[in-house]
Structures are given as C-alpha cells and as structure tokens.
C-alpha cells in the first residue's frame, strides 16, 4: 500500500496492521522547509512483521523517514516474530518518545547487537515503558534516567531487569508479575528516591528484596504482592519486612486470586492453545 507521506502533514495517530506500507518521500523541492511530513504524528502503532519492517526500513529512513518520525511520543509495537534483538537503531529515530509498549514479540530475546557492551535504550526522553507476553524476553538493555513508570508481565523467560534500574531516580511505579524465570531484584536500588507504587506478582523465585529497596519501604504509597510465597510471608505480620511497611497507606496481599486467574485461562472461551495474553486480574490492564 502506497502512502505519500506529501498529504499526511496534520496525521496525529497512524496504526499500522499486518500490511506492507510504501510509504513515499515528497519529491525533492516540494518539502515545506517549516513543517516535514508526519510532524504532527503523536502515536503510532505497529502490528505484524509485514509493518514493522515497511516502516522502520533502514533505505528509507536514510532517505528521510528518520526525520519525519522525530514528533513521534507514543509508539506501540506488538506481533512483530521478526524482531529477535532491541531494535535499537530504529529507536534512535524517535527522540521525542515519552512511551514505548512492546507486547507478543514473541521471539524478541533482547540482546543487543554488541554481546560485549551493554546497551543502553537510546530514548532520553522516555517516561514509560511497558513490556508483556514476550515469551523469548532473557533481558532489557538499560534504561534512560527519565523512565517514571516500568511494567513488565507475562514474560515467562527473563532472567534480570536492567541492571541500572537502581539508578533511575525519576521512577515512581515498578510492576513486575508473572515473570517466573526472574529470582531476584537487581542491587543497589536505594537511588529509586521517587519510588511510590511497587507491584510483584507471579513471581515466586523473588524471595526477599534487595537492601537498597528495603530503605524505599516506608515512603511507599503502594504495595502489592501476590503468588510470591517467600516474599509475601516477610511482608505479613511476624515477618521482617512488617515493620518497614507498616506506614505505607494501600498494601494488597490477595490471598483469593489464584484459583480465579486458574478458571480464567481454563475457560473454553479463550480456546485451547490460545496465544491471547490475558492480563494479571489484580492489576490494570496494560492493553
């Protein structure tokens, strides 16, 4: 499908699903100087290989849809089996970004294209960044000190979250559930002075939290911990995380949801072998 990016100068929101788009420069001299094509693009929303690889193709961002996808604040990638590592490079597109969801990647393994240095997620702008149904997800390059919100779920094989995770002193939500494969929260995370909402769930190799987290406890407004067995009994009364959160305001402990989050994903309505990701009922939904 042929898209002359020439007509699209007032384009706000732009979904793109299981299609192959073409989409076509302005011919050269007929770019407006004060404004490019797509500069009003605010969201965007790519679904199935076919898209990802027509949008972010890398000939056509060397003849200037790199720039025209600078204003972009809200992408949304979701279906794409082809991405196997970050795809770092188009990020690097979107400097304005403020939100990034990936969601049914499910080959997406997360190593970066250099093994020996750690990459780092070139977005300096990003505040939010929601990550679930990844089954292949072994790691997160790390993160931009301007993330305020982090939401990972349903990501079976992880193994670690980004190991500067400590450091961003802007976030203020960290929700982390039905990751079994994780065992632990990285160290050194007293650097999250900003931290108010924290959700554990479905995890059960997390067994306690780190000191540096510990020391976060009380200027909590949120806790939220379920199907975390080791970790749940410290935080009851009797255990040694008691004390430490006994000022945080809202603190949910469901004992309930298991046997309901059972009878939903046995329901026929979802069919058997269901590639559906049903989200966590004790959370928001992150779709």
Known sequence: MRMPLCCLSSLVRLRIVSVVVDMVMPPDGQQSQS????????????????????????????LGLRDCLASVEELEIYRCSNIVRWPLEELRCLPRLRSLHIRDCSKLEGKGSSPEEEEVLPLPQLERLIIGCCDSLLEIPKLPASLEEMVIRYNRSLVALPSNLGNLAKLRNLDVCNCGGLKALPDGMDGLTSLEQLSIGGCPGIEKLPQGLLQRLPALKYLYISRCPDLKRRCEEGGEYFDLISSIPEKVFPIWLEARVARVRRSPSAGEGSNVCVPHLGFTPFY
């Open 35 to 62: 404004q490019r094509p797509l500069d009003a693009l605010r969201n965007l929303k790519v679904g199935g290989d076919s898209s990802f690889v027509s949008i972010f193709n890398e000939s056509k961002l060397q």
